[in-house]
T-cell receptor, first 111, second 113 residues
Framework: QKEVEQNSGPLSVPEGAIASLNCTYS??????FFWYRQYSGKSPELIMS????GDKEDGRFTAQLNKASQYVSLLIRDSQPSDSATYLC???????????FGTGTRLKVLA | DAGVIQSPRHEVTEMGQEVTLRCKPI?????LFWYRQTMMRGLELLIY????????DSGMPEDRFSAKMPNASFSTLKIQPSEPRDSAVYFC???????????FGPGTRLLVL
């Protein structure tokens, strides 16, 4: 059974702090990794994708990938209350068009 | 671009009734995915199509669920008969050849009483 694991949270951080969200996956063959943000009552929205080991930065967001450890993370710098949402990690299922989603980490940024 | 369109946005029905959910993918996208999301189980893939052909329906919970994609711009997910445990948010997503990013529709919130 291929799995993507996330801590369900909630993860509470003060406004302006760095929020660190983590995800592990079971299939070593996975090559594509995604972070989606989902506000309450809304649909998932892609915020970052990463395919190579290392860091990828986009504005206040940095995705980090370590394939050897089967670990992917998302850092949110200068967290804002508007970042409060559930963050879903998704990993491709090799050889298919499918993603495997984690159950999400709920982030609360406290003003 | 209009994005992925789903209808209805909300559906309340009684146990035993037939429910049909509809999805229009983004124009030019050739892969379409139906997901179900609940608090207990998170986001689960039910079925996906590539070029209108069902590729993997292993996530369809049972024979009460069926999905079709008669053309590149329309798909349906049908539940018959519906049961209270089918209550969930159903999302449709699409992507195009060569891309891996899936774009989600707004979802249909289904409540079966």
């Amino acid at each position: 059974q291929k799995e993507v694991e996330q801590n369900s949270g909630p993860l509470s951080v003060p406004e302006g702090a760095i929020a660190s969200l983590n995800c592990t996956y079971s299939d070593r063959g996975s090559q594509s990794f995604f972070w989606y943000r989902q506000y309450s009552g809304k649909s998932p929205e892609l915020i970052m994708s990463i395919y190579s080991n290392g860091d990828k930065e986009d504005g206040r967001f940095t995705a980090q990938l370590n394939k050897a450890s089967q670990y992917v993370s998302l850092l949110i710098r200068d967290s804002q209350p508007s970042d409060s949402a559930t963050y879903l990690c998704a990993v491709n299922d090799p050889g298919t068009y499918k993603y495997i989603f984690g159950t999400g980490t709920r982030l609360k940024v406290l003003a | 671009d209009a994005g992925v369109i789903q209808s209805p946005r909300h559906e309340v029905t009684e146990m035993g009734q037939e429910v049909t959910l509809r999805c229009k993918p983004i124009s030019g996208h050739n892969s379409l995915f139906w997901y179900r999301q609940t608090m207990m189980r998170g986001l689960e893939l039910l079925i996906y199509f590539n070029n209108n052909v069902p590729i993997d329906d292993s996530g369809m919970p049972e024979d009460r669920f069926s999905a079709k994609m008669p053309n590149a711009s329309f798909s349906t997910l049908k539940i018959q008969p519906s049961e209270p445990r089918d209550s969930a948010v159903y999302f449709c997503a699409s992507t195009s050849r060569g891309q891996e990013t899936q774009y989600f529709g707004p979802g249909t919130r289904l409540l079966v009483l």
